[in-house]
C-alpha cells in the first residue's frame, strides 16, 4: 500500500475541490483493506472519486483509495469477467468487447469505478449494474465475504453494500456470447449521445441529483428557470440541468450552496424534493 499525508483531495475528485485529508491510503487488495481497519480509526473508503464533494476544510482522518493500485480485470469462465473494486467501467466494457461479450454497453461511459458502481447500483441508458452482477465480494467486519446478486438487494441507485457500508472489493459479472463489431457500435453510439448531451468538458460528479419518481431532475430543475445559474465557480449545466458542474475555479463550498439553492427552488416551485447521487465528505 501507499501512505500519503496531507493530501489534496481536489486531485482525487472529479469535481476538481476540496481540501486535504491527514492521512491518504492507496490500497493493492483485499487484505490491506483488512491492516487499515486493524490500525486506522474509521477510514473513508472512496473509488476514482467521480461521484464525491469533498469540503474545503479536508479530512481529519484517513481516506483509502481503491483504485489506481487495485484494478485487475480477467476473464474467469466463458461469459464471466472478474474485475477488483478499482477497475474503471470504461475499461470493464472496452474488455467485455474485446472478447465479444455483450451486456455491459450501458457503462462503458459511466466515469466510476466497479466497486463504488456496485455500491450505488450505478446505470446509464436502460442498464443496470444489477442485470449483470453475478457477485460481490466484499469486506464486512474485518472479513472477506462474497454476496450473490440476489444478496445485494440491489434497487435505484442503492445495494445492501450501502445499507450495511459493506467495502466492495470486486465483483463477478456474466455476460452473453455476441458480435464484436455490434459491440463497439453500441458503445460508440451510447458515449456519442453522451458527449452530445452532458457537459463532460466541465468537471463534475455526473448526474447531481437522483431521478424523482414520475420526474427527471434536469427538467425540474430547467423548469424552475435555474439553467445557468450560479453560485461562486459552480453552475447549472446549460447543456444538461441535471449537472452541477465546477464552471470555473469552484469551491466545494460553492457546489454545496449551489445544490442547497436547487433543491429549495425545485421544492418551492415544482413541489417537488431532490436527493443527490453525490456522497458529500467532510464538514458542510
Known amino acids: 500500500m501507499i501512505v500519503l499525508k496531507n493530501e489534496s483531495m481536489a486531485k482525487h475528485t472529479s469535481f476538481r475541490t476540496g481540501g486535504n485529508a491527514d492521512t491518504f491510503i492507496k490500497v493493492e487488495s483485499a487484505d490491506d483493506i483488512i491492516d487499515i481497519l486493524n490500525k486506522y480509526e474509521n477510514p473513508i473508503f472512496i473509488g476514482n472519486g467521480s461521484n464525491l464533494l469533498v469540503s474545503d476544510e479536508g479530512i481529519r482522518g484517513t481516506v483509502v483509495q481503491i483504485y489506481d493500485e487495485f484494478k485487475q480485470i480477467e476473464l474467469v469462465g466463458e461469459d464471466v469477467i472478474h474485475a477488483d473494486a478499482g477497475a474503471l467501467l470504461s475499461k470493464i466494457a472496452a474488455f467485455a468487447r474485446d472478447n465479444s461479450l455483450t451486456g455491459f454497453e450501458f457503462a462503458s461511459g459511466i466515469p466510476g469505478t466497479a466497486g463504488g458502481a456496485v455500491f450505488m447500483n450505478a446505470g446509464a441508458y436502460g442498464g443496470e449494474m444489477k442485470d449483470v452482477v453475478l457477485s460481490v465480494e466484499a469486506v464486512e467486519d474485518g472479513k472477506k465475504v462474497v454476496y450473490s446478486c440476489e444478496d445485494m438487494q440491489f434497487d435505484y441507485r442503492s445495494s445492501i453494500a450501502m445499507k450495511k457500508n459493506l467495502i466492495v472489493t470486486g465483483v463477478n459479472i456474466k455476460l452473453t456470447k455476441g458480435d464484436k463489431d455490434e459491440i463497439n457500435s453500441i458503445m460508440n453510439d451510447l458515449n456519442s449521445r453522451r458527449r452530445e448531451k452532458q457537459p463532460l468538458e466541465y468537471p463534475s460528479a455526473g448526474s ?17 428557470g435555474l439553467s445557468g445559474y450560479t453560485v461562486g465557480g459552480a453552475m447549472v449545466s446549460t447543456k444538461h440541468c441535471g449537472f452541477v458542474i465546477n464552471a470555473g475555479n469552484a469551491t466545494s463550498t460553492d457546489i454545496y450552496k449551489l445544490i442547497k439553492d436547487v433543491q429549495r ?9 431532490l436527493e443527490t447521487e453525490v456522497r458529500l465528505i467532510g464538514e458542510f
Not at 424523482?212 to 427538467?219: D, Q
Open 208 to 224: 447531481t441529483f437522483k431521478r424523482p419518481e414520475g420526474y427527471f431532475a434536469g427538467k425540474l430543475i430547467m423548469d424552475s
Open 265 to 273: 427552488i425545485v421544492l418551492e416551485k415544482m413541489g417537488v424534493k
